[in-house]
C-alpha cells in the first residue's frame, strides 16, 4: 500500500495563476482532508470531505475549492493564488469511524510569489 | 470547540536525556487525543492517541503519553532522547461527537532539537 499520496511534491506560482493539488489513498479510507501548514499555527484544516460525494469547509476555506472526485481521490483546488497562499499543504484520510487516525500525506510545498 | 495549547515553541535536550512535551486542551466533553511527529521535509507520524480506558498510553518509538482530566493535559514522554528523535511534535484534539466528522485541532508543535 502507498497509503496518502499527493502531486505535486512542490510548485511555485504567480499571483494569480491556478493549480490543483492531487491527493489518492489507497487504503478504503471514507473521510478525507486538507490542512495547510504555516510556521508557529500548526496545521489548519481548509477542507474536508466525510464521505464520498461531500464536502465541507473546514476552518480557513477562503480562496480554495475542492472536489471529491470518487472514494480514493480529493483535489485541491486555488483559483487565483495570493501570496499568502504560500504554505505546505498536507492531505489526510482515515476510515471514518468515530476517533480513528488520520493518516497524512508527504505534503506539497506551494510557494506563490 | 475544542482548542489545543502546547506552550513550548522550541526544547532543546541532551541525547540521553528524557524529554516531555506539554500538551493542554479545551473541550466540554471527553476528547480524543493524538500526539504526531513530523520530521524534516516529512508528513506526519501518529506517535500515540487516547480515546479510553488507561490514561497512561503507550506508543511507537518508546514514546508515552498521560492523560490528566482534571489538569486537561496529554503530555508527551520519552525516558532517553535519541538524536533521531529531533523533530517538530504536534499535539491533537478531536471532539467525541459523531458529527465532528473527524476534524482535528491541532496545536502550534513544539521543534525538539537533540545535541549530543
Known amino acids: 500500500n502507498a497509503g496518502v499520496t499527493q502531486t505535486p511534491k512542490f510548485q511555485v506560482l504567480k499571483t494569480g495563476q491556478s493549480m490543483t493539488l492531487q491527493c489518492a489513498q489507497d487504503?478504503?479510507?471514507?473521510?478525507m482532508y486538507w490542512y495547510r501548514q504555516d510556521p508557529g499555527m500548526g496545521l489548519r484544516l481548509i477542507y474536508y470531505?466525510?464521505?464520498?460525494?461531500?464536502?465541507d469547509k473546514g476552518e480557513v476555506p477562503n480562496g480554495y475549492n475542492v472536489s471529491r472526485l470518487n472514494k480514493r481521490e480529493f483535489s485541491l483546488r486555488l483559483e487565483s493564488a495570493a501570496p499568502s497562499q504560500t504554505s505546505v499543504y498536507f492531505c489526510?484520510?482515515?476510515?471514518?469511524?468515530?476517533?480513528?487516525?488520520?493518516?497524512f500525506g508527504p505534503g506539497t510545498r506551494l510557494t506563490v510569489l | 470547540a475544542q482548542s489545543v495549547t502546547q506552550p513550548d515553541i522550541h526544547i532543546t535536550v541532551s541525547e540521553g536525556a528524557s524529554l516531555e512535551l506539554r500538551c493542554n486542551y479545551s473541550?466540554?466533553?471527553?476528547?480524543?487525543l493524538f500526539w504526531y511527529v513530523q520530521s524534516p521535509g516529512q508528513g506526519l507520524q501518529l506517535l500515540l492517541k487516547?480515546?479510553?480506558?488507561?490514561?497512561l498510553v503507550q506508543g511507537i518509538k518508546g514514546f508515552e503519553a498521560e492523560f490528566k482530566r482534571s489538569q486537561s493535559s496529554f503530555n508527551l514522554r520519552k525516558p532517553s532522547v535519541h538524536w533521531s528523535d529531533a523533530a517538530e511534535y504536534f499535539c491533537?484534539?478531536?471532539?467525541?461527537?459523531?458529527?465532528?466528522?473527524?476534524?482535528?485541532?491541532f496545536g502550534a508543535g513544539t521543534q525538539v532539537v537533540v545535541t549530543p
Open positions: 489526510a484520510s482515515r476510515v471514518g469511524v468515530v476517533a480513528d487516525t488520520q493518516y
Open positions: 487504503m478504503n479510507h471514507n473521510s
Open positions: 470531505s466525510a464521505s464520498e460525494g461531500t464536502t
Open positions: 473541550y466540554g466533553a471527553t476528547p480524543y
Open positions: 487516547y480515546f479510553s480506558g488507561d490514561t
Open positions: 491533537a484534539v478531536g471532539a467525541s461527537s459523531t458529527d465532528s466528522w473527524g476534524k482535528l485541532q
